[in-house]
T-cell receptor
């Protein structure tokens, strides 16, 4: 059963804490992406990776960090430097090229 | 900044009616894609139209692209309650480039 998974579905964080969101895919896709979605808004790109061991900043990378040590995995760390981290986070993957993206179910992060 | 802007922001129709939503963008593109998002879920890819195409169909979906006006439209025919969702356009400026998403149209289909 191929697909892209994210965990956890809901995450609560105290101010000042770092948290890591998981994203795994078994689609054999080279490219992976992290987006942030705020209520009633579109998606904004945080980071993306087109190949293992390489990644680029998106439009709103400040306060976030990523790694891409394996093709299947692209975890996102929300650091304490992110001023307003409460949001819905979506991970996606694609083969690249024409860039149709496959999305995970999302993680809703709430800062208490 | 958002590349695409959808219009209208919200749309409410009766089951069986057609739904049309529009997307405008600012710069030249390689392709334009439409996605659907059910509440609280991930996005699902619906259709991709390349810059050299003018119209594309997939089941009850019809997408048009007018590169001279920098706009696209998504038509859903014979709508169903299950079509209730938010619909986003996304543009790719050049091949292999990242996608830029619009702000979405919230569609409600009344049974």
């Amino acid at each position: 059963d191929g697909g892209i998974t994210q965990s956890p579905k809901y995450l609560f964080r105290k101010e000042g804490q770092n948290v890591t969101l998981s994203c795994e895919q078994n689609l054999n896709h080279d490219a992976m992406y992290w987006y942030r979605q705020d209520p009633g808004q579109g998606l904004r790109l945080i980071y993306y990776s087109q190949i293992v061991n390489d990644f680029q900043k998106g439009d709103i990378a400040e306060g976030y960090s990523v790694s891409r040590e394996k093709k299947e995995s692209f975890p996102l760390t929300v650091t304490s430097a992110q001023k307003n981290p409460t949001a819905f986070y979506l991970c996606a993957s694609s083969t690249g090229g024409y860039n149709e993206q496959f999305f995970g179910p999302g993680t809703r992060l709430t800062v208490l | 900044s958002q590349q695409g802007e959808e219009d209208p922001q919200a749309l409410s129709i009766q089951e069986g009616e057609n739904a049309t939503m529009n997307c405008s963008y600012k710069t030249s593109i390689n392709n334009l894609q439409w996605y659907r998002q059910n509440s609280g879920r991930g996005l699902v890819h619906l259709i991709l139209i390349r810059s050299n195409e003018r119209e594309k169909h997939s089941g009850r979906l019809r997408v048009t692209l007018d590169t001279s006006k920098k706009s696209s439209s998504l038509l859903i025919t014979a709508s169903r309650a299950a079509d209730t969702a938010s619909y986003f356009c996304a543009t790719e400026k050049s091949s292999g480039d990242k996608l830029t998403f619009g702000t979405g149209t919230r569609l409600a289909v009344r049974p």
